[in-house]
Nanobody
Framework: QVQLVESGGGLVQAGGSLRLSCKAS????????MGWFRQAPGKEREFVAY???????SHTDFVKGRFTISRDNAKNTMYLQMNALKPEDTAVYYC?????????????WGQGTQVTVSS
């Protein structure tokens, strides 16, 4: 079993930055595919970015150039650096580990961290 805990969320003004962390425990994540998702009020959860065990990354179009996913296997932690934040980025952000049927579907999920961007 893998337990995931997100941190780093908060309230920020538009144009500001935040760095989210996803700390894993219970098992080393070095070989795991991992991802970030978000869910805004009244909307479905949506994919933000993934990072494969190999280090290959992908970001959805609406965050490209603004958000960067990374990982530090020595710390068993994944990150999401978010720059140039917009009010529409407001959501609960979830990290996930262990891809199942695809890189958009995971076995393990964190509890989420709230990101609020004010205009």
């Amino acid at each position: 079993q893998v337990q995931l805990v997100e941190s780093g969320g908060g309230l920020v003004q538009a144009g500001g930055s935040l760095r989210l962390s996803c700390k894993a425990s219970g098992r080393t994540i070095s070989g795991y595919d991992m991802g970030w998702f978000r869910q805004a009020p009244g909307k479905e959860r949506e994919f933000v970015a993934y990072i494969r065990g190999s280090g290959v990354t992908s970001h959805t179009d609406f965050v490209k150039g603004r958000f960067t996913i990374s990982r530090d296997n020595a710390k068993n932690t994944m990150y999401l650096q978010m720059n140039a934040l917009k009010p529409e980025d407001t959501a609960v952000y979830y990290c996930a580990a262990g891809s199942r049927t695809s890189l958009y579907d995971y076995y393990y999920w964190g509890q989420g961290t709230q990101v609020t961007v004010s205009s």
